[in-house]
């Protein structure tokens, strides 16, 4: 892509690794037949957002495995563009299984997308896009891997794109004390944060979106996500902040995992869209209903169309 014209409107960031996952709605142990799924926060958000019309590009490394190829091409077959996803020779491609009802098992370390850097995002037109998604994970895979977001916070804010920052708090990749303090500084700097009610309590103590909107009087948007109650969106003007809520739609929950990306690629296409807050928080939910009744991050038989 060589002009302003061809840039996505949409560009994230972040580690994408193979998922391993039961065939059917039940645990690892239960389970004699499993499926290969491709699985990662940031891709989760750029495939969900393609899928509704947005021209979005996913920025990665992948190891020269077969497993890496696998990823690229899933990526790729969703409408994501991947120009800017690395090979890495001397590095594998990470593996995680899903155990549904149970959580998640990784092995990354050491992966291929663990060993970016800066120079990761050398030829990156950042400044172009509309929004620029990142999460909390990435800066938690290494010291490289945190130098790389820093660089992309700074170059992001200093542009007239926006900054999308989903805290995306993982308990085992941080030492005890390190969480809390590095991600709200990270929040602190983006433009949009989006954080999950309960990760805030188990990372900062809020109880309240209120509480979390305190912690974090910065962002121009924060969005504060409750599971199964709703939503609450802080948007500030000259005036002061706007609040918004919307309840979730009730929802038999098959697995949970994933539904927050899609939650935030929903969100962000309606905020491209031009949509109000009510309908960004709708879209929102209306994306992550699909991923919570499915053991899978990613939703394969709806059919894409372009966003309003």
Known sequence: MDSAASTPRLITLGETMVMVTPSHAESLAAADELRLHIGG???NVAIHAAAVGVDTAWVSAVGADVLGGRVREAVARRGVDVTWVRTVQDAPTGVYFKDP???????RRGSAASQMDPDAI???????????????????????CAALIDAVITRVTASPALLSFDVNHRASLWEPGEAAPTLRALARRADLVLVGLDEAHDVWGCDTP?????????????????????????ARDAAGDTVT???ATPTEVVEPVGAGDAFAAGYLAALLSGADA???????????RLVLLSTSDLVDDIPSGKAP
């Open 245 to 247: 809520f919307v309840p």
């Open 101 to 107: 009802g149970r959580g998640v098992l990784y092995y």
């Open 122 to 144: 050398a030829d990156v037109p950042l400044e172009q896009a509309e929004v620029v998604h990142i999460s909390g994970i990435t800066p938690a895979l290494s010291e490289t």
């Open 278 to 288: 009510t309908g960004r928080l709708a879209a929102g939910h209306a994306r992550a």
């Open 210 to 234: 209120d509480d979390v909107r305190r912690l974090l009087p910065e962002p121009a948007r924060l969005v504060v996500k409750d599971g199964a109650v709703g939503a609450t969106e802080y």
């Open 41 to 43: 926060a940031e891709s």
